[in-house]
């Protein structure tokens, strides 16, 4: 497995603790830059006041700082684009759908 998909796999263990669904399939990594072991990961949040913003960013710093391969990384929170529930996966929509929400 690449690099990338393990990171990946190992953002898929971080959630939103007010979202059911973990901080990649919520739409919150814009984007994964891994060169040479050093991991740049882009991010938001659904709002910028989130309270919660040091534990979730933390937790995805922590989680793939423990992937195999990753020397260093850096997090960078952006509301830049704005999160909009568009950007939600099929897979994270559907375990909203099936606890109820109107997605």
């Not at 979730?56 to 195999?68: G, K, L, N, P, Y």
Request: aromatic share 6%; proline share 5%; charged share 35%.
């Amino acid at each position: 497995m690449e690099l990338k998909e393990r990171i990946i796999k190992a953002l898929k263990e971080v959630y939103d603790p007010e979202i059911p669904v973990n901080v990649y399939d919520l739409g919150f990594i814009y984007s994964i830059d891994e060169g040479e072991g050093d991991v740049k990961i882009d991010m938001t949040l659904t709002v910028p006041g989130c309270p919660m913003h040091q534990v979730i960013t933390r937790q995805v710093e922590e989680a793939v700082r423990a992937v195999e391969g990753v020397k260093d990384v850096n997090v960078k929170l952006t509301f830049e684009p704005r999160w909009s529930v568009e950007k939600i996966s099929e897979d994270g929509k559907s375990i909203l759908r099936e606890m109820g929400y109107d997605i």
